[in-house]
């Protein structure tokens, strides 16, 4: 069984969109993130939520809203969609922040 | 704020080299070291960590990396490197009272055949 899996693993679309991207965890952690991988590959925390509760917020245009509806989903959306936004999204999720599992990320690509 | 640095951006080596990656972070108190490795088109795992104890560590796939507090570093070392070694090599630090792992700029490792 996949311990964390995001949904979809690419999304194409255009500026302008909204889209969503979907992780789940099956490991009972409770703290889930959002990391944002760069065209230099850089790894850059986004979010991050423990048991439903939005705990980090790094600077983030307001047009990403996370939502945690439990706490083994975080989900993220984006909202009107820009050609800056074009990356990999990893969702990840901890326990006591000693043990971390990555999903397979998600390549967005904004045209 | 914790922060980590990498200072080799690319790294070509040739199989059966000896290979070390360097890692310095910078935060005063105690801190959990990573390093993982992302294949091209995968996500990343993780090769080993470091909490507490021995400062040397030893991960998988004939990884290890040493701890020196009072260098703020974790250099990743492996003897003896295989061309499946290609892939982009990332450090990370988790201070006990954050949330959060942060990453290096990662090191991106080709290794000829």
Redesign the interface.
Known sequence: DTAVSQTPKYLVTQMGNDKSIKCEQNLGHD?M?W?KQDS??????MF?Y?NKEL??NETVPNRFSPKSPDKAHLNLHINSLELGDSAVY?C?S?QD??V?F????TRLTVL | AQSVSQHNHHVILSEAASLELGCNYSYGGTVNLFWYVQYPGQHLQLLLKYFSGDPLVKGIKGFEAEFIKSKFSFNLRKPSVQWSDTAEYFCAVNNNAGNMLTFGGGTRLMVKP
Request: aromatic letters at 26%.
């Open positions: 703290t993130y990391y230099k590959k850089f790894l850059k925390i991050s423990n705990i980090i990893f990840a901890s922040r000693v971390w990555f999903g397979p990320g």
